[in-house]
């Protein structure tokens, strides 16, 4: 069974362009999730998706946004990049939000985004 | 903010040697949730134990969970060399949305 996968490996744009990163999620899970892992700033979380519906976003401008896809595939763009949007994007997925017990996220291998 | 807390930063051991590394949090929690990350790319999940459970084997690695003291920990029995990366504990706040909130990490190096 495939795995998370994302693509592209690795981005380089320059400050103010828009970057676009994909994701494709283990056959079977609805949410997706988005985490940035900056250097000197651990792993942050970005955003999560379930059912094509934004669920829950974390503490980040307006400027990082995605979408679902009906395949459960996902885009995150990030808009005017700025320097420190330099990073490890990690995207992982899950099954469904469910009642009582959460479950594992598991992850891709990450897209590594620098900005010049 | 990071919930989670690893202890220590780092760690440096022979290899066959036991590795343990601990994490402390701060709010109710679902669950816990143990990853690995090699050289930067994407983490691997190791185990997940429950916020009702106390204590989880997983091949060479075991699990405890200390929910009056918000605390958990990782042994790594009988280490190896390719056990040698960064070791992260994630929690669901029992009240979260779904989200993990994710350690700074510790550093574990395998020396042969």
Known sequence: EAGVTQSPTHLIKTRGQQATLRCSPISGHTSVYWYQQALGLGLQFLLWYDEGEERNRGNFPPRFSGRQFPNYSSELNVNALELEDSALYLCASSLGPGTTWKVEQFFGPGTRLTVL | ?112
């Open chain 2, 1 to 112: 903010s990071q919930q989670g807390e690893e202890d220590p930063q780092a760690l440096s051991i022979q290899e066959g040697e036991n590795a343990t590394m601990n994490c402390s949090y701060k709010t109710s929690i679902n669950n816990l949730q143990w990853y690995r990350q090699n050289s930067g790319r994407g983490l691997v999940h190791l185990i997940l134990i429950r916020s009702n459970e106390r204590e989880k084997h997983s091949g060479r690695l075991r699990v405890t969970l200390d929910t009056s003291k918000k605390s958990s920990s990782l042994l790594i029995t009988a280490s190896r060399a390719a056990d040698t990366a960064s070791y992260f504990c994630a929690t669901d706040a029992a009240q979260g949305a779904q989200k993990l909130v994710f350690g700074q990490g510790t550093r574990l190096t395998i020396n042969p």
